[in-house]
């Protein structure tokens, strides 16, 4: 059974930071494109980034470029999201998944993390 556990969202003032963590189970981790994508009030999710499995090709949203870095520990089979330089727009649901998974039917997704970037 697919889980995908992710926290480290927050509060944070425009130009603070935020670490997300993203813990997953039930697939092969190892072995899977890992990617962020955050969900913003009145838009449709979207692709943040994404890291191959042995980090080798990583790409970023154009908005994000610069500002955040995406990382992985196949040991621990986690992925992590490293926001610096925050932005207002960047508010939203952040959630991770690996894309092959979101081929299924009815793909999973976690309970994601909020982000809140505000004064």
């Known amino acids: 059974q697919v889980q995908l556990v992710e926290s480290g969202g927050g509060l944070v003032q425009p130009g603070g930071s935020l670490r997300l963590s993203c813990v997953a189970s039930?697939?092969?981790?190892?072995?899977?494109?890992m990617s962020w994508y955050r969900q913003t009030p009145g838009k449709e999710r979207e692709l943040v980034a994404s890291?191959?499995?042995?980090?080798?090709?990583?790409n970023y949203v154009d908005s994000v470029k610069g500002r955040f870095t995406i990382s992985r520990v196949n040991a621990n089979n986690t992925v992590y999201l490293q926001m610096n330089s925050l932005k207002p727009e960047d508010t939203g649901v952040y959630y991770c998944?690996?894309?092959?998974?979101?081929?299924?039917?009815?793909?999973?997704w976690g309970q994601g993390t909020q982000a809140t970037v505000s004064s």
């Open positions: 998944n690996a894309p092959r998974l979101l081929l299924a039917p009815k793909p999973y």
């Open positions: 890291v191959s499995i042995y980090s080798i090709q990583i």
């Open positions: 039930g697939f092969s981790f190892s072995t899977s494109v």
